[in-house]
């Protein structure tokens, strides 16, 4: 028995006014917390002190993080580094390297009640000029990743359906963005994978549903062009459901029990994915509408010809 329909005749264009202007007021949203919040930008962005600490045996990062809350390090980040056995704590230094030095020994001194046996390994400075130039190289990651996609959906589709992906894409960057801003959690450079993973697989539902546009346009030749667009999104419904569905129980899974450490690359991309499941049902193919695309742009006359020619002397 199927969970979800094969069949379904949703008139998804026609609830498209209604999701532009869903999506108008949430964009704004995102931009004006961006604009006035801005985002809180984790270690690896801002700079900060990285300590490194074996165990003789594993450890616990919910003890190595008590014991730290108690000597009053709560700003900070702990994870395992290649091994149960070390802990990796991450905070931030207000004067630069000579604080750094002195933060080891204050650290070790916090850890002393908690897990025994703690050595110290390493303790690094990372400057705010690194961090600078992290958040410049993560920029032009997205920016050049938008303009590929665009390329390519231009050459696989045409320019009125890469539009729309390219918005699609946009739409969910600055959601995602946004709420991060809105709720104040960290942008580090884990958050910043998550956002160009979702970048890759909102333009997979969405060139999903544009080759079912394509297919259509080919079979469907009596059908308006919105016709040809309800029966697309209709059509992939029940893949994209599914996909994001049993993608977003396994995200669900880490966010809640992954710990602090993965709670930010989790959340990146329960909100990506929602939003982009989202985009590519009503902004993507909407935005292909409202650019009047038809089938003459995807298969041009003389293309329609040789078709025709091939039948005959078959």
């Keep these: 028995m199927r969970l979800i329909k094969s069949n379904t005749s949703i008139d998804f264009v026609g609830f498209g006014r209604y999701a532009v202007i869903i999506s108008a007021i949430v964009l704004l949203a995102s931009i004006g917390s961006l604009m006035v919040g801005k985002l809180s930008f984790g270690i690896d ?79 690094e400075f990372i400057g705010p000029q690194v961090g600078q130039n992290l958040v410049n190289k993560g920029g032009l990651a997205l920016l050049y990743t938008v303009i590929a996609i665009l390329i390519y959906v231009i050459f696989r589709f045409h320019w009125k359906l890469s ?23 960290d942008f580090d450079l884990t958050v910043l994978a998550a956002l160009l993973a979702v970048l890759g697989y909102s333009l997979n539902d969405t060139i999903v549903v544009y080759d079912r546009i394509r297919e259509n346009f080919r079979r469907m030749r009596k059908a308006t062009p919105r016709e040809v667009v309800n029966a697309a999104v209709n059509q992939t419904l029940s893949r994209t459901l599914m996909t994001s569905g049993t993608t977003i129980l396994t995200l669900l899974a880490l966010f809640f029990l992954g710990g602090p450490v993965i709670h930010g690359f989790a959340a990146a991309l329960l909100v990506g994915i929602v939003t982009g499941t989202y985009s590519s049902i009503f902004v993507a193919s909407v935005l292909a509408l409202f650019l009047n695309i038809d089938a003459h742009d995807l298969f041009p006359p003389k293309e329609e010809d040789a078709e025709k020619a091939a039948k005959v002397t078959r």
Excluded at 46 to 55: E, N
Excluded at 91 to 114: H, K, R, T
Excluded at 165 to 185: E, Y
């Design 163 to 185: 539009a729309g992906a390219v918005a699609a894409l946009v739409h969910d960057i600055v959601i995602t963005l946004g709420v991060f801003s809105f709720t104040h959690m």
């Design 45 to 123: 962005f801002t700079g900060g002190v990285v300590v490194h600490v074996a165990y003789p045996q594993e450890v616990e990062l919910g003890d190595v993080r008590q014991a730290l809350d108690n000597a009053g390090y709560t700003d900070r980040t702990v994870q395992h580094f290649g091994s149960a056995d070390t802990a990796l704590i991450r905070l931030p230094a207000a004067n630069g390297e000579q604080e750094a030095a002195a933060v080891g020994d204050n650290i070790m001194g916090a850890l002393a009640s908690g897990p025994p046996g703690g050595q110290l390994q390493s303790v």
